[in-house]
T-cell receptor, first 113, second 111 residues
Framework: EAGVAQSPRYKIIEKRQSVAFWCNPISGHATLYWYQQILGQGPKLLIQFQNNGVVDDSQLPKDRFSAERLKGVDSTLKIQPAKLEDSAVYLC???????????FGPGTRLTVL | QQQVKQSPQSLIVQKGGISIINCAYENTAFDYFPWYQQFPGKGPALLIAIRPDVSEKKEGRFTISFNKSAKQFSLHIMDSQPGDSATYFCAASRGDYKLSFGAGTTVTVRA
């Protein structure tokens, strides 16, 4: 069974630029999560989708972050404009449903200069 | 605010020794307590999990001890091996399954 795929693996941008990350969950997984993991900290949930609907985006900085999962499969997370404090690893995870085991992708390491 | 506090930040153990990582929580509504293992360049992977109806769960060399009254739980890695060198995260969630993670513990096992 293929795992959660993410791209790109690394991204370096200047502050105030835009960036987008892509995630393809495990086939058949209805629940998709985006986490932000700052160096030395645990992952923090940014947004949770159930199929193509948003379940929880309470910790998503909506003035600059957006995410979509239009067809209920893959998902895109965008940052516009980026700030220095957005430097982190962005992890995507999926599960067969809420409360089920979450499977994480390898993450995208973002550096904002 | 951080809902799950984890300690120590890092530890070094000799091969064959025991690694112990502790976590404490405040929210008594939490009812699921997983531990994740993360290797450099990889995403976290579920290692072992416990619910508050039991005080201990063992899977191979990994054991979770849970103290509901103290609102604490810990991970014990027995007979630590170099391949166990990784960062370990405790987490907790309540009925809506939103995981709150600890800050992580980097474990180094010396051969």
């Amino acid at each position: 069974e293929a795992g959660v795929a993410q791209s790109p693996r690394y991204k370096i941008i200047e502050k105030r630029q835009s960036v987008a990350f892509w995630c393809n969950p495990i086939s058949g997984h209805a629940t998709l999560y985006w986490y932000q993991q700052i160096l030395g900290q645990g992952p923090k949930l940014l947004i949770q989708f159930q199929n193509n609907g948003v379940v929880d985006d309470s910790q998503l900085p909506k003035d600059r972050f957006s995410a979509e999962r239009l067809k209920g499969v893959d998902s895109t997370l965008k940052i516009q404009p980026a700030k220095l404090e957005d430097s982190a690893v962005y992890l995507c995870a999926s599960s067969s449903g809420p409360g089920r085991e979450q499977f994480f992708g390898p993450g995208t390491r973002l550096t904002v200069l | 605010q951080q809902q799950v506090k984890q300690s120590p930040q890092s530890l070094i153990v000799q091969k064959g020794g025991i690694s112990i990582i502790n976590c404490a929580y405040e929210n008594t509504a939490f009812d699921y307590f997983p531990w994740y293992q993360q290797f450099p360049g990889k995403g976290p992977a579920l290692l072992i999990a416990i619910r508050p109806d039991v005080s201990e769960k063992k899977e191979g060399r990994f054991t979770i001890s849970f103290n509901k009254s103290a609102k604490q739980f810990s991970l014990h890695i027995m007979d630590s091996q170099p391949g166990d060198s990784a960062t370990y995260f405790c987490a907790a969630s309540r009925g809506d399954y939103k995981l709150s993670f600890g800050a992580g513990t980097t474990v180094t096992v010396r051969a």
